[in-house]
């Protein structure tokens, strides 16, 4: 696994800092506007907000650990410190189609604590605002309505956003019993 990220990870991690850093300029009150990653998961898309992210990366190594919950894929090593990598498609009830062709891991930092969340595909760095969130989500599988923040139309799409502290707090996200 390489130190840095390469590639596409690479160019979106660069566009995550650049708007990251822009976050903490005065915004107008009137454009409340926040950055998110867009990702997919089998045909739908989704994301997160650009504070939680830490890396995007091609898939690394995961060693499996045992008497885990089936969502959790095991345990990763990002430059020393080791993660958890969780599978979003299952921990969503989502079906596990073909295997990804690019598959990547974003890590995410909620509660001083890092996660690795496996993703099919990266899109873009999605501008919304709140008055965007209007929608609800679609919730399949073992999705909870504790998991989104809402949905938005962009580019002709749904966009499902996470609540990203609503999902990793989740009963069950981290024991066997789940």
């Known amino acids: ?34 950055q998110y990653l867009s990702f997919r998961l089998n045909e739908e898309w989704y994301a997160l907000s ?3 992210l830490v890396e995007v990366l091609p898939l690394p190594k995961i060693t499996r650990v045992p008497s885990v919950p089936d969502h959790i894929l095991g ?27 690019t598959p990547s891991i974003v890590v995410v930092e909620e509660g001083g604590v890092r996660t690795g969340l496996l993703v099919d595909d990266i899109g ?32 002709g799409i749904l966009l499902s956003v996470i609540n990203l502290r609503g999902l990793l707090q989740a009963e069950g996200m981290y024991s066997p019993q789940g």
């Open 124 to 155: 873009d760095l999605v501008d919304l605002g709140l008055d965007d969130l209007t929608e609800e989500p679609l919730l399949t599988g073992k999705a909870q309505p504790a998991f989104f923040e809402g949905a938005a139309h962009w580019g």
């Open 75 to 101: 345990v990763m090593n990002l430059r020393g410190e080791v993660l958890s990598a969780i599978d979003l498609k299952k921990i969503l009830g989502l079906p596990q189609e073909t295997p990804a062709v």
């Open 50 to 52: 650009v504070y939680q």
């Open 1 to 34: 696994m390489p130190d840095f990220p390469s590639g596409p990870g690479k160019k979106i991690l660069e566009q995550i800092r650049r708007a990251q850093q822009n976050q903490h300029a005065p915004v107008a009150k009137d454009s409340p506007q926040q």
